[in-house]
């Protein structure tokens, strides 16, 4: 939905939340739950709609009758499409997802086609005069990432697919951005590297020579085509779980002229664990078999630990922790309810997400905001005991009172 004020960003939350593969199961899910959602957030006005494909349902959808057949039934429902999440490629629901969800990667020449499959589908959908965005992949699962060879091929990669965005804007006039997001245990993690990314690798003058060969511009003309077709997905979960700023990442990202072309409103898990081991014992009902969850770990005099996956973390609890030693302090990506403060013995990453909202008040860091709470199947059962649509709206309804002005906790 547009919020109301002169200049304000389209918000909506994205559909991967809802499991369903081929176009038929996705259409389903729009048709109840985007529906009900739209119901209780914006009942007389337009919604935007966060749009996940995966690369079956993108195939499916990218044929024109149903894409015709699509925007019809969008215009009938008050509905439109801005902004497509192109991060998950194959299922991501009810099976083992964990670190095959990077792949194909930008390594890969199915992730290129993907992506701009994507685009295309979206530039038949965006309303004239609005943006699109779609968010990727960070790069590759970092272990796969051996070089600067590598780092190359990935950024040839991302520059085939923004020369693809610039010759789409150029035949249909429609401007779709693609946005990289970072995430932990990936190539792009944190913010300075992700910067670090684009200043070696995508804006060096090799790579704008590159990219102008692409895309045929006049010399000069090269960045400025890249930078608006190429930019971020700034998710802050992602960025709490790294203990960064919710201030300073975006400005980074502002000073280094990089674009945040779509904000992910999502909130992680803060945990501190005493030594008696029953918070651990609660944070090991977080464990599923299906995403991986990330931990980062802040030590005292701010030493940073990684580890893999929930249950590693863990692990160092009950083996390097001695009775009586010093508290720890884990932040797990795990997407929970954004409303939701406090989950058991834990905090959601909250404070983060409010002093980011609060940032967006006051020098808006994204037009695209998407609440992203992907992980409702998995949830421990206490904390989605509603229905999946009043959970959803109830993000939505507290993100823009936040956008309105501080309030309470929830």
């Known amino acids: 939905m547009k919020l109301s004020s002169a200049g304000a960003p389209h918000l909506t939350y994205c559909t991967n939340i809802h499991p369903g593969e081929t176009w038929g199961e996705i259409r389903q899910n729009l048709e109840q739950h985007v529906r009900a959602v739209k119901q209780r957030v914006m009942p007389d006005g337009p919604f935007g709609v966060g749009l996940r494909l995966s690369a079956v349902a993108a195939r499916e959808l990218a044929r024109p009758e ?74 590759a699962f970092r272990p796969r990432v051996t070089s600067r060879a590598d780092a190359d ?7 085939r697919v923004a020369a693809s965005f610039h010759e789409l804007r150029a035949s249909t006039g429609k401007l779709v951005r693609l946005a990289v ?3 932990p245990f990936c190539y792009f993690e944190t913010t300075d590297e992700t910067v670090r990314f684009f200043e070696e690798h995508l804006l060096a003058l090799e790579a704008l020579d590159r990219y102008g060969a692409m895309t045929r511009l006049a010399p000069g003309r090269e960045e400025t085509s890249l930078r608006r077709h190429l930019g971020v997905c700034f998710d802050a979960c992602h960025m709490a779980v790294e203990f960064e700023d919710p201030r300073e990442g975006p400005r ?41 969850h990330q931990v980062v770990e802040k030590r005292d005099g701010a030493e940073i630990v990684r580890y893999l996956d929930l249950p590693e973390a863990l692990a160092t609890v009950a083996t390097v922790n001695p009775p009586a030693a010093r508290r720890r302090h884990f932040r797990v990506h795990f997407h929970v309810p954004i409303f939701r403060e406090a989950l058991g013995p834990f905090r959601n990453t909250q404070a983060y997400l409010r002093e980011l909202l609060a940032l967006q008040r006051e020098e ?19 904390y989605r005991t509603e229905g999946v649509a009043s959970a959803v709206a109830r993000e939505l309804q507290w993100v823009r009172g936040e956008l309105e002005g501080p309030r309470g906790g929830g």
């Open 364 to 382: 808006p860091v994204s037009d695209h905001l998407e609440v992203e709470t992907y992980t409702w199947d998995v949830l421990p059962a206490e």
């Open 66 to 139: 149903e894409l015709e057949a699509f925007r019809d039934w969008l215009a009938r429902e008050q509905l439109y499409v801005f902004t497509i999440n192109g991060f998950p490629y194959g299922p991501f629901h009810g099976t083992r997802v964990k670190e095959a969800v990077y792949l194909p990667d930008w390594f890969d020449e199915e992730r290129v086609r993907y992506t701009e499959e994507l685009g295309g589908i979206l530039a038949a959908l965006l309303p004239d005069g609005m943006t699109g965005s779609v968010s990727t992949v960070p790069g």
């Open 153 to 159: 091929r990935m950024a040839n990669n991302l520059l």
């Open 181 to 183: 997001e970072p995430e």
């Open 252 to 292: 980074r990202f502002e000073a280094a002229g990089i674009g945040i072309y779509k904000v992910q409103l999502s909130a992680g898990l803060d945990a501190e664990l005493a030594d008696d081991g029953e918070a651990a014992r609660s944070l090991a009902r977080f464990i599923d078999d299906v995403y991986l």
